[in-house]
């Protein structure tokens, strides 16, 4: 159980941890004390935001990103005010970048309204550690020093060493990602969102060289299109189904919307209040049938693309610069560039292709327990965290309280944001992470 105190330290200062700040700093209790602490010079911008190329755009509608759970025009009406969108347009799907200032600005508000109560404290640091102590929790950090208080939430995000072939294919924008020369082939590993970025950026270099992407089913995430999500009841739904049955329910209410004239995004999003519930009520072999079998079909539908960042991707792909290739990658050589042996999907048929640089973007979920970043690793050796039954994530309670190697749940080390997958599955947006965060401040301070 989660008992009550003022001193709240948030590992990561990303955007979940920043949008937890915010929350918590709601609060009127002048004793609260919060502690944001992120490695990175930014706040806020994390993997998602960080990046500056103006065709990096939100796959989010600018309506629906807001920090403030309890107020959700909030980033709608700060691009209305600095005239960025005119009052009638329709879907604004913002640069990231534009995000990230959003809140940055969201944070230095924030700062200045709480300098003289004291009661934010912004930490420039990597943090080590996280352990228990009598009355709350220390962490470490990397300069030797350490904070201490009640709470500490894991706010640590993605990973950002890539997860496959490490050494042989690196982030796109890391330091490993030097110049390339314009008509160099090209792979990518993964055909999702992500591939999607890579592209752009590719294109923004001048890259002209063919773009193989290669996922196991090869497919290429659906456009936004205006709709009207169908209005459903958690009544309606059938929870804690196997997995067929709940895929047949679906299908049919899908047919039915169509034969009405509407569109399956309907029917995505109108089920979207719901996803945290469904999974969670899944028996557990329904969730791993579900990360086996359904994830992909289901990714390319609910993460869908603004439609001009679409319509770029679908001509490169018309036009042969994108190659899309269901299969995987068996074999990776260093031979001069890189040598790549291909296994198309459902034959034994192989191909090999040279290329000069092979980019991870595979998905931002890899399994936690190999992770990169210190202080996740340290929680998980030290058995004070354990991975959650797929390994999605960190196992954590309904309440993202840190559930332990010998299963003890902590009252005192707590998760948020993509950390979190494993309990909360559809956790990666904003529109899901802020509504975590407002729940989880009403819980810590009452
Ligand atoms: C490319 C991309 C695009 C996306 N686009 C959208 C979108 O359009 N709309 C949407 O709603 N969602 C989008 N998402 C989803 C995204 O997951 C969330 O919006 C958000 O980025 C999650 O934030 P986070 O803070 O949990 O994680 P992260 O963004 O990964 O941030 C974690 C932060 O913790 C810091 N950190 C890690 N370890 C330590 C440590 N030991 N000590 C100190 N600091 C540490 C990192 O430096 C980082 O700043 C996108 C995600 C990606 C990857």
Request: with cysteine; net charge positive.
């Amino acid at each position: 159980m989660i008992g009550r105190g003022n001193s709240i330290i948030v590992v990561g200062g990303g955007a979940s941890g920043v949008v937890l700040a915010a929350h918590l700093l709601k609060s009127p209790n002048p004793d609260l004390r919060v502690t944001l602490i992120e490695k990175r010079p930014h706040f806020g911008q994390g993997m998602a935001y960080s990046t500056l190329l103006s065709a990096h755009v939100l796959n989010v509608r600018a309506s629906l990103m807001s920090a403030y759970a309890d107020d959700p025009e909030n980033f709608a009406r700060w691009v209305l005010e600095r005239g960025l969108v005119k009052p009638d347009q329709g879907p604004f799907y913002a640069p990231r970048s534009l995000y990230a200032r959003y809140l940055k600005e969201l944070l230095d508000d924030l700062e200045e309204r709480e300098r003289e109560a004291a009661r934010l404290r912004l930490i420039r640091e990597e943090s080590l550690s996280i352990s228990p102590t009598s009355s709350g929790v220390e962490v470490t950090l990397a300069n030797g020093t350490s904070v201490v208080g009640h709470f500490a939430v894991l706010a640590t995000g993605h990973d950002e060493q890539p997860g496959a072939f490490q050494g042989r294919a690196i982030r796109m924008g890391s330091d490993a990602d030097t110049v390339l020369e314009p008509e160099a082939p090209v792979l990518v590993l993964g055909t999702g969102l992500s591939m999607v970025d890579a592209f752009l950026s590719l294109e923004q270099r001048g890259h002209r060289g063919e773009i193989v992407a290669v996922s196991r089913r090869g497919l290429l995430p659906s456009p936004h299109r205006k709709g009207n999500p169908i209005k459903l009841d958690i009544a309606d739904i059938p929870l804690g189904t196997e997995l067929s049955y709940f895929i047949g329910w679906f299908r049919n209410l899908i047919r039915d919307n169509q034969k009405a004239g509407g569109d399956w995004r309907d029917v995505v999003d109108g089920l979207r209040p719901f996803n945290q519930k469904i999974w969670q009520n899944w028996p557990s072999s329904a969730k791993r049938r579900f990360v086996e079998h359904t994830k992909a079909w289901w990714d390319i539908h609910r993460h869908r693309m603004a439609p001009e960042v679409y319509g770029r991707v679908t001509r490169a792909v018309r036009s042969g610069r994108i190659r899309l290739v269901a299969g995987r990658v068996v074999d990776i050589e260093p031979d001069g560039g890189l040598t790549v042996t291909i296994q198309q999907r459902g034959t034994q048929a192989l191909e090999t292709l040279e290329v000069a640089r092979i980019y991870d973007c595979m998905g931002i979920a890899r399994d936690i327990s190999k992770t990169s970043n210190g202080v996740v690793r340290s929680l998980v050796e030290r058995g004070l965290a354990r991975p959650d039954p797929l390994r999605l994530g960190l196992d954590v309670t309904a309440k993202c309280e840190m559930i332990a190697a010998d299963g003890t749940v902590s009252s005192k080390i707590l998760a948020v944001g993509p950390l979190t997958r494993g309990t909360f599955f559809e956790i990666d947006a904003i529109p899901d992470i802020r509504v975590q965060c407002a729940k989880l401040s009403k819980q810590l301070l009452g």
